[in-house]
């Protein structure tokens, strides 16, 4: 468990030395999915992260359907057991404040 910690702190330490916003969003997301060794809920993290770092790396115009894209590629994958819990969980939930992906 000592070597996931350190991973993901160093993926957050990438993020937090990131210069843009779309690296910043990808190194966040990894530190999440590295976490979730530990605690299931870092999975919310990572995949909020990612449907925000596919937006921020779409041209403005097209941003919203390229993030709600992913969020939909990324449900269509979770395995059925799991699915309608992690789904209730990103609903009643906002994972980073107030941003919602």
Do not use: C, I, N
């Not at 910043?24 to 999440?32: E, K, M, T």
């Not at 993030?67 to 309608?84: F, T």
């Amino acid at each position: 468990m000592g070597e996931t910690r350190a991973a993901a702190f160093q993926a957050h330490a990438a993020a937090r030395d990131a210069s843009e916003d779309e690296a910043r969003a990808v190194a966040r997301a990894s530190g999440h999915a590295v976490a979730t060794a530990h605690m299931a809920d870092h999975s919310l993290g990572a995949a909020a992260y990612a449907v925000r770092a596919v937006k921020l790396a779409s041209p403005t115009h097209d941003a919203r359907v390229a993030g709600d894209r992913e969020s939909q590629w990324q449900r269509e994958r979770l395995p059925e057991a799991v699915r309608e819990l992690v789904v209730s969980a990103q609903e009643q939930r906002s994972v980073l404040g107030e941003w919602q992906p």
